[in-house]
Structures are given as structure tokens and as C-alpha cells.
């Protein structure tokens, strides 16, 4: 990058995730004490001002700002020095500003959805926390910041879908989250001690700048039986995080559960901000997973399963966030393929993008959520649009921007993947260029029915709406409301705004408007590739080019199914299910991979558990071996010494002059 | 200034005992001001206090890098001997705070304060003797006074058979001190002790047995004032009839003494005897350390189970004797200083819970102290986690420094033995949380609201939590304190 007088204030940078972490605290620690709006006021305010030091943020890097540097050293151990530091680059700042404007937003509507919550103050407290974790997570310059942020976000991720712990389902989701998590985490973990292993040093710049010699050493390692490039095996330990905590399969069977939280928390976290942590990840560390093409196959394969699996369930679900949280998963399918195809830029953008309108998507169903007295059963609803016009446009604009229909912002930066996928060649396994084609086009397909056929049965069919909510039926307060317009201007214009504000799709610059905040090798480069093809430029050309290409008809013919079965032959779905009988019954169960779990693991394990508690604990400690022996004999040693202390003069006189006399015989004998 | 000539030259000898000579002016003086204060009136009490700050600074500024030497060398004021002066100091201040509510209602309470002083003084020489003569000079005085102190509520039938049994025993170490000191002076012919060290590292043949005969009733007799079993059995019974301020007190001060007498003499007197003491105070140690953490357990009385818990940690104590190290010895100093945190908060909330009329010391009565008050709740659980050597407060490192000396020194099943049994004391140091915090209140609090004890506890709690995370100050200073000495 070139030198520039622009610098970036330190302190201001450090606001930035300051500032949420503050407002959790006070609303943490105080909020005992507090009026419902003095903690939403403190919190949301930090956070609003946070969102705009992050915009101000945004427009000095995009000016030609950046910043590098250790601020102050975590710990030392030896010659293992952690440090904390920033590195504020293009990559940094667009996850800054996708993760404090959502959270603003967020912030906000949670004013009006969790109001009289006895909870109040600790949600705020809750969700301010997670900002600041997952400011953290993108802004930091070592995998030990990095790590940090990832742990904290899983924490806060954690207590918000548990958040109602008075419910069975919500704790049982939020154990459930932890654990899957885990899994992922400790891939995650064993590939940042490989790191530091390898190469001496966690922070990124010295660890990029070492790869291309570090793999031109050909080190490799026994893995399992394999011999493994050590840098496939770092960067495939690495993704095993990114699939936790992106939920992809077969890690993503917490991502669905997670939507026992309050509705805020799975349009922040479990939609926009945290599950995307894998999808920076990668990202972030493209330096290292271009020089791994096996990584890169794993993440192709990985991603196109999850995009394409997911969106067949999304298709038969019923509870209205759980459409969208498996469409969640497949989005995020979509931008892992887009990582494997070395599309990066595209996968951020798709990111961004999905931030907005997949935000918004949530928190519309929450109004509706909210309006419906608590029913999520999509079967249970109908003309609600009736009632709710600010949520339906919304949510209509949202469905249109998911859909991937021009000009919404999910066309431009979806279209970019799918392009990119048929542009990349593997050298080896072509097959799985060939499946993520597939898997990504048909997904376009079901991804637009699924979403449409959630839209027409909660706003138009027929109504279906419980008698006893009827009469509560209403748009939702201003308080909602205007964070979800808020939104829908990023749904709408984020695409177009990234195409032509940010340059992210021309092929002409390498990595458009990342510059060198992403690598990529230039055999792999699928944006070259569409530029030798005679790539189409700006917004414009995007969208009058889409008539002549097969996803925008996939999805114009996906929306055109929904409605013509849930419009004209409202009796047809019935008909299609009953007739595919086993197939939908193995949609509606979501492939079984719950009862997989439970067969392979959870039983073993709490079989095992059981042994131990009651031969190991019970049998040995509490009453066996342990107690007899020990606790007995001290408990036994104790009277014994008491009854020794008997209270007369003499044998306390006994005791001493004995005590002498053994000890004289003893030096006398040995002398 | 004219030229006086007494038997020694004044004022430079004297003026290295100016903190004795303080303290003994002050309390002979306290003893006629009292006759004319009012009953009740506190005055003697922050009389005596001042008396000890004053010997703190006296001391303080009469410190220098070169150790002072007085009366021919019967007298010595080097590093070590300021350091331990200052713990005994801050115990007998503090002892005095304790008492200040406690005792207020007795008769004749000057003498009380005077007798403290006078302990104090005994103590001073103790610490400052390179020989028999002073030592046993101070030993004795402390001694009397302490018995004395025992006994201070007649009326009570408990305490005067505490102090009798106290005071027949104390004149049977005594006999068994002296008689040790005389087989040794009969080998070396000196009291002094480094001179007494290079005789014996060249007795031979009958003298040998002498030599050991003269150690192990010395060590008998010392132990029995630093309560090591089997010379331990008084221990529990006087700090049970004891006024609970006495109790606090002669749970530290003496011990303070002891300890840097036994140093003294391991450093000087026996270092050609060493691999025979260390044989037998590692017998000691292993029965101290059992017998200590093993009766507390059986204990009702906190004032009973507080000093079998002395016992226990005299065997952990003798950890840092053992190993016979500059860093045991320095880790010695270091658990001193922690142990009397510790041990001044927790009699301190002991007396403030102290009922009119009732005793208010038994188990029990702790139960529910967490609701009534978390203050006290609070500092008695961090005391009793300190005391059974959580990380990280004081205790836990009080623990480590002596421990790690002896495995330096080789004695690694000795540690690991102390380590098994320091896990068993835990146990009933932690069932004191666990009637404070999980049991409900069987009996109304009435508590006595005393500002300075209010904040003997703050000051000790907030010591202990800053010494467990910041210990490395102390442990300088109790290095520095030995610099001469080995």
C-alpha cells in the first residue's frame, strides 16, 4: 500500500470497540439499579457512536488510510510473546461498519421487542459485550486477538440463546451451541498452536510474510496415517473453526437450535455478524490458504454441501426463523464456496450484503413474531399484511434482496460468486468445481422458493391467524420499525453501492477495492478469469446482462413456484408432500442429523458419564475405597488426638518428658 | 557531653537499646499514671499503643547497614533482629487493639496493658540475643507476663486453670532449657553462641554425648514455647481460657520470638550438628504437622481449633528450619509476617462477635454471619482460605516459600507429607465458610461496633488479598532482613 499522509487516530480506533464494552459494563454491573432507559439509552448510544466512528473509519482507509501496529503486550512466556495490536485495513473496516450499523440497528429494535423483559439491562449488557467481542475478532493483528474474539463472541452467543434460561429448550440450544462450538474451537486452537509452532511468531503480517518460503520448504507432517503439507494441515485445522462457528456441515446442527434466542440476538449474531467470523477468517488469512489448494478443494466441497443441503430443508420447514437460519447456513454455503474458489472479495461482499437484508429478514419476523402473540408456525399465519404494512414492504424487500432478484443487494454479490465457481478450474478434483456448480445454481433455485413461499404464507394465502391473537394484530412501534427501514436501504442499495462505490467486482483491479487486504495468486484468480471473458462492468451492466443468465431465471422461477402453489394451487403442496412421502419426511427432519448425533455421540458419552459417576464417583469416592481409606482413618486420627488431650496437668508433663526421652534415645542410639 | 563512666561507656551501648529502654520507661510509668485515670477510660490503653510506635521508630532510626553490638556482645542490633522487632511490634499494637473493647469492663486494666509491654520487652531481648544469658533473660520475662495475662479474668474459673496448667508446664520447658544449657556450656564453657558453635564443631568422644543431651532438651525446652508437639498439649487449653485478645496475641508474638531464637541458634550454635537436628526437628515436624491439622478437625471451639491450627503451621514453619537455607530461613520470616495477618484478622472477628455474656465462640456460632454481616463474612472466609493456603493470598505463598526451600533442601517427602496434611486442614478451615456461608443464623448477632478492630480486620483482609498478589515485596525484604546472619 502506498504511503500516505492519511493516519488513523489509535484513540479513535480504539473507541471503537471501547466504547460497546463500556456501555456493557455499566449496563452489566449497574443495571440492578437502573430504569429500563437508562440502560437501553447508555448501551445503544455507545454503540450508535461506536457505528459512526467505525463509518468515519471506513471513509479515511477508503481514502488511503491505514494502520499497523502493537499497542501493548498481552503476556510473555519466555520467547512466546502475545502481543494486542490492530491492523486496520479495506478487509477490517468493511466488517467494521457491517458489524456496528447491524448492531446499532439491533440495538435499537430491542428497545421495543424485549420492553417489560425482567432481563432488560443484561440483554444489553449481553449484546454490547458481543459487539465488542466480535470488534475484537475483525480488528486485532494476531491469531491471539483473533482467538480472543472468538471465544468471546461464542461466550456471548452462548448466554443470549440460553438468555431465557428459564426455558428447558432455550438451555438445552444453548449447550448445544457451546459444544458444537467447541469441536470446531479446538480445530481452531491445534491450528494456531501449528502456527506458532511453525513459524515463531502469531502475529499476521510475520506469518504471511513467512508462508510463501515456509511452503517453498515442502515441511510436511504425519497425520493420521497421511503425510500432510503442514500448510494444509493449518489451514484445514483453521476451517474446522471457521465450520463451528459458521455453522457449516456437519457442525451446523447448532445454528438452527440457536433460534431459541430472543429474535435481536439471531439477526446479530446468528445471522449477520457472528456466524460470518469463519467466512472473515478465511478471508483474513487468504495469504495462507492460496498456497494450500487442498484447503481450498475442502472449502469448495464443505461450502457447496452446506449451501445446497440446507437449502433443501429450507424448503419444508415451518417455524418462520427456522427458514430463515437454514437459509442462514446455506448463505453462508455460498460464501465458503466463494473462499474455495478464491473469490474473496465476492464472498466479503456477499457478507456485507447478507448482513443487511439477512438482518432484516429477522427482525421483520420478529415484528411479525411480535404481532402473532409469540407464533412462529408459518402454518398459523396469513394476510398479515393487512396489519403490518412497514414490516411487509420491508420484509418483501428483504425477500427480494435474499432471492438474488436485480437490482436487490444480494443479486450483485451472489451472482458474483455463482460466476466465479464456473470460472475456477481445480487442478485436481475437478469434480468439485463441477458439484459447487451445481450445488450453487440449484441452490438459487430453492433459496428463492423457500424464501417465497415463507413471504406468501405470512403475508398473503389464506388467513390463518389464532382467533385469540387476532385482536392484538398490529404494526409494531416506531422503535422497530425504523431499524428495519434502516436496513432495507442496506438491502436494497448495499449491492449497487458496493459495485460501483467500492469497485468491488472489477476484474481490472486485482481484488477491486481490497487492494492487498486479500491475496490471491493469480493462476487462481477467478475474477481474471471472467475479465478474459469479457466480464461486465458496473452496476448497470450487471444488471441488463442478468436476463441472459441462468441464475436470475433459476430464481424468477423459484419465486414463480411459491407462487403459484401457494397463490393458485394452495391445495398442491399437500399433494407434492404426501406423494414424495419418504423424501419429505427426510427434509422435514432435516436429514437426520440430530439423531445421528445421538446415536454416535451423545449416548456414548453419557453412557460413559453414568459409569463414571456411578462406578468411578459413587462407587469409588463417596462410598468405596476412598471414603474407607482416607476420609475414615483422618476422621478416626481426630478423635484419637482429642481423646489424647485429656485435659490433665500430667499427662501433658508425660507427654513432654516422654517426647524428650524418646528423642534422646534415638540420637543416643544411632550416635 | 561529659565523659561518663559506668561500667560500660555511655551513651554509645545504651543508646542501641533505646527501644528497650522505651519500652521499659513507658511501662513503669503507665503503671503509676494508671492509679489516676478513671475506670474506663481508655487513656493507658492508646498510651501503651503510642509506646509501641515509639519503640517502631526509635528502631527505625537507629537502623544502619552494620549491626550494632552492645554490652560486650550480649546484646546485638542487626538486620534481623529490627525485622522481628517490627512483627512483634505489629502484634502487640494490634493485641492491644483487641483488647481495647474486649477488656474494657476488667479491673485494674492498666496492668494489663503494662503486662503487654513488658511482654513485648522479653521478646525484644529475645529477638537481639546472640546468647544464653539474654536470651533466657528475655524468655522469662515474656513468660511471666504471659502467664499473668492468662490469667487476667479472675473471676473466670477457665482461664485460671488455663494459666496454671500454662505455668506449670512453661516452668517444665524451663527446667528442660536450662538443664540443655548447662550441658552445653559444660562442653564449650561460653553462652555465646558462635562461640559455643566452634567449640562443639571439635567436641569429641564423652562430649559428644553431652552435646546431644544439651540439644534435645535446648530444642525441648524451645519447643515447648513454639508449641511443637509432643511439648504442644498446653497450646489448646491456654488459648481456650485466655481473654481472646491474649489469645491473638500469644498466637503471634512468642511464636515470632521462638522462631528467631531457633534461627539464631541453627545458624550459629549447630551448624556442625546438623545433620542431627535436622533428624530430629524432621521427627518433630512430621508430628506437629499430624497432630496439629488432625485434632482441629475434632474441635467445636474456634478458639481451640485456631490453636491446634498454630500447631499445624509451627510444622509447616519447621519446614523452613529444616531446610536449614537462606531462602528457608527468609521463607520463615515470610510466614511469620503472613500468619500474623492472618491470624489478627480472624481473632479480630472473632471478638467483634463476641455477645454480652455469651463467649461467642464456638462453630456454631458463625452460622448465618454471611447475611447479618458480608463484611466480616467476606474477610473471615478470605482469612480462613488464606490460612489453608489458597493461591492467591498471603497464605498460599507463606506456604510455597517454606515448602520450596525444603524440597531445594532435599527433604521432598517431608513437603509432600506437609502438602497431604495441609489438604486436610483445609478442611476445617473451609467448614468455617461453610457455617458462615451456607448454614442458617441459630442464635441473634450482637455485635460490639468498635471502629479501630473494624478496621484491624479491613487492614489485615485487604493485606492479605495485596500480599497474594504482590508478595515479591515481602520476600525481598525478609531476604535483605538476613544479611549477616547465614
Redo the contacts between chains.
Sequence with gaps: MQETALTLSTTELLAIPALPLIGAMIAGLFGWAMKERMAHSITSGFVILSALLSIHVFTQVLAGASFHGNLWTWMIAGDFVVPVGLLIDRLTTIMMVTVTVVSACVHIYTIGYMHGDPGYPRFFAYISAFTFSMLVLVMGNNFFTLFFGWEAVGLFSYLLIGFWFKRESANYAAMKAFIVNRVGDFGFAVGILAIWYYYGSVEYKTVFAMTPDFVAQNVTLGFMGWEVAAITFICLALFVGAMGKSGQVPLHVWLPDSMEGPTPISALIHAATMVTAGVFMVARLSPMFEFSETALVVVTLVGAITAWMCATIGLVQNDIKRVIAYSTCSQLGYMFVGLGVSAYSASIFHLMTHAYFKALLFLAAGSVIHAVMAEQDIRKMGQLRKYMPVTYITMLLAALALAGVPPFAGFFSKDLIIEATMAREFTEYGWVGSFATFAVLTGVFMTAFYTFRMFFLTFHNSDRVDPHAKGHLHESPKVITIPLMILAVGAVGSGIWGVTVLDIANPEVLNGYFGDAIFVMDAHNPLMVMAADGGVHGALGMILHAPFTLPFWLALGGIGLAYFMYFKQTTMPAKIAAASGPIYTFLLNKWYWDELYEKIFIRPARSLGTFLWQRGDLGIIDKGAIHKGIIDNIVAGAARMRAMQTGFVYHYAFAMVSGVFVLLTYLLLKA | MANVTFPFPFPDHLITLMPEMIVAIMAMFLLLFDVFVAKGSKTTAYLAIATTVAAGVATWSLQGPDPLVAFYGFFVFDSFAVFSKFLIYVATALGMILSLEYMKNEKHIGEYYVLMLFAMLGMMLMVSSNNFVTMYLGLELMALCVYVLVAYQREVLRANEAA??YF??GA??SG?LLYGITFLYGVTGSFDFAVMGEKLAHAEGDA??AV??G???L??GLG?KVSM???H??T??AYEGAPTPVTAFMSVAPKVAGFVIFMRIVADLLPALQH?YQ??LI??AVLTI??GN??????RNIKRMLAYSTVGHVGFIMMGLIAGSPAGFSGILVYLSIYLVMTMGVFAVIILMRREGIQGELLDDFAGLSKVRPGYALAMGLFMFSMAGIPFLGGFWAKYVVFMAAVEAGHLYLVLYALLFSA?GAFYYLRVVKYIYFDEERVAFNFIESRPMQATVFVTAVTIVFLGLFPDALFELCRQALVGLV
Design positions: 496454671l496448667k506449670i508446664l517444665l520447658s528442660m559428644t554425648a546431644m543431651l540439644m534435645v532438651f530444642i525441648a515447648f508437639a509432643p511439648f498439649m498446653w489448646p487449653d542431627e533428624s530430629i521427627g518433630v499430624a497432630v488432625l485434632a482441629a478437625i475434632a474441635q486436610v
